[in-house]
């Protein structure tokens, strides 16, 4: 009962923190923050303006249209006061949520074992990124709760509801299609219609409010603003832009300003076909990873290394991406964490975890401003991504491996493997 009250106590202190911090940011808020722009976007919505702004390379909304009308909720209060209820609700609650939905999780992918330990590891690694979205009040927290919602009904053989909560994550930011995708071709095309049904209302809704003209314009202006110069390769070469295509992009331009010379010296067309052969080869290698485990586990699910390649994809390979995305990690650390943990790669998981705890302690108050900005430059997050991604794919980090039963629903892992055990006993005593 103490500790129950302490834990309370400690709680709500956090909260007050959090709330405080959360006051001070939102005052501060102005025109040239991000929060602007889904601000701006939210209200456009609702006053049935046009949301989008074509030809800007940076700084437009660049989100669904379902999503401006999510944001058009924090649109009705003054300015100031939106920024400090998103930045409480969504980066702070929201913070604290996700990881109540990874222990959830845990509890499907690993039933049978204790993962307090690499849900706090994986806690201490990614709260760079948690901090980073508080601070500059970004909205990738909502779309990792939804992803992670249809994770968990997913191993909980919930499809409906799976599907309904990666959809919301598509039509808040497009990133959780991928989910989608995987997941639509593992169910089959019995489920296709299923998908298309639940997202009708993700599209249907917003013409309720902006009109069939205005609605389809909405769309269109979606496509120019964001999927078109992206597909036509459109990358971020910011310092602070991460991903593979953004890292080869700074090696071959260098920077000035920290005297850095460039490195690969390609021609702008060579540096875009190179890219776009590692895209290819990569989601080549995903998708391609997927199918064979579809032909050769037919009634087996997706495991828990599989949610995690989704979420690396969705980091190594686009033309855009920011460390606040980097939010997804807490689900990976968790994954890895656990795996190396349960499955006895004791070097390789100290190894791993040191260079996690070091990237995650990466700031300009821990090894200062012109240190961070090499770390930046140099990409050392997707560095570590695409080593992460090496060790899930060559190590057998393949438990724990859901099987599930269309009538029985979800068959746990520690049963799987009990009934394996039992099948080698009998083979040994010649019982079988």
């Not at 006053?47 to 379902?66: A, Q, R, V």
């Not at 939804?146 to 039509?171: D, P, Q, V």
């Not at 639509?184 to 209302?201: C, E, H, M, Q, V």
């Not at 087996?300 to 690396?312: N, Q, Y």
Request: with cysteine; net charge positive.
């Amino acid at each position: 009962m103490k500790n129950g009250k302490l834990n309370i106590a400690i709680l709500m202190l956090i909260s007050i923190a959090f709330l405080l911090l959360a006051y001070n940011k939102g005052m501060n808020e102005d025109i040239n923050g991000d929060f602007y722009i889904y601000y701006k976007g939210g209200k456009d919505f609702s006053e049935n303006k046009p949301i989008y702004t074509l030809g800007l390379k940076d700084g437009g909304f660049t989100y669904p249209p379902f999503a401006a009308m999510f944001f058009s909720a924090f649109s009705f209060f003054p300015f100031h006061i939106s920024a400090i209820l998103f930045c409480y609700i969504i980066n702070f609650i929201l913070w604290g949520y996700s990881f109540f939905l990874l222990y959830k999780i845990s509890k499907e992918l690993f039933p049978a074992k204790n993962c307090t330990v690499p849900l706090l590891l994986a806690f201490l690694c990614s709260a760079r990124f948690y901090w980073h979205n508080f601070i500059w009040v970004q909205a990738n927290l909502i779309v990792l709760n939804t992803t992670l919602f249809g994770i968990l009904y997913y191993l909980r053989g919930r499809y409906n509801l799976s599907y309904l909560f990666f959809l919301a994550g598509c039509f808040l930011k497009i990133i959780p299609v991928i989910f989608l995708i995987c997941i639509a071709l593992k169910r089959g095309y019995k489920d296709w219609g299923r998908i298309i049904l639940l997202s009708l209302p993700f599209i249907i809704v917003p013409f309720i409010f902006r009109g069939l003209e205005r609605g389809i314009g909405d769309w269109v202006d979606y496509y120019n603003a964001f999927i078109r110069p992206f597909a036509r390769g459109q990358i971020d070469g910011d310092l602070i832009s991460m991903g593979i295509p953004s890292f080869l992009t700074k090696l071959n331009t260098g920077n000035d300003s920290l005297g850095i010379s460039p490195s690969l010296r390609l021609t702008q067309y060579n540096l875009e076909l190179l890219i776009r052969v590692i895209q290819v080869l990569l989601l080549s290698g995903f998708f391609g990873r997927v199918i064979y485990r579809i032909l050769k586990h037919k009634d087996k699910a997706f495991t828990g290394v599989d949610f995690c390649f989704m979420f690396l994809i969705s980091l190594l390979i686009p033309g855009r991406v920011w460390e606040h995305h980097h939010v997804s990690t807490s689900f990976i650390y968790l994954y890895l964490f656990a795996s190396l943990r349960f499955e006895g790669y004791k070097k390789t998981k100290y190894t791993v975890l040191t260079f996690c705890v070091f990237i995650g302690v990466i700031g300009t108050d821990t090894i200062g401003g012109t240190l961070y900005d090499f770390s930046q430059f140099y990409c050392f997050i997707t560095i570590l991504m695409i080593i992460i991604s090496v060790i899930l794919l060559v190590s057998k980090t393949t438990i724990p491996f859901a099987q599930f039963n269309e009538t029985k629903g979800l068959i746990k892992e520690g049963e799987q493997n009990r009934q394996l055990n039992v099948t080698k006993m009998k083979i040994l005593l010649g019982l079988s």
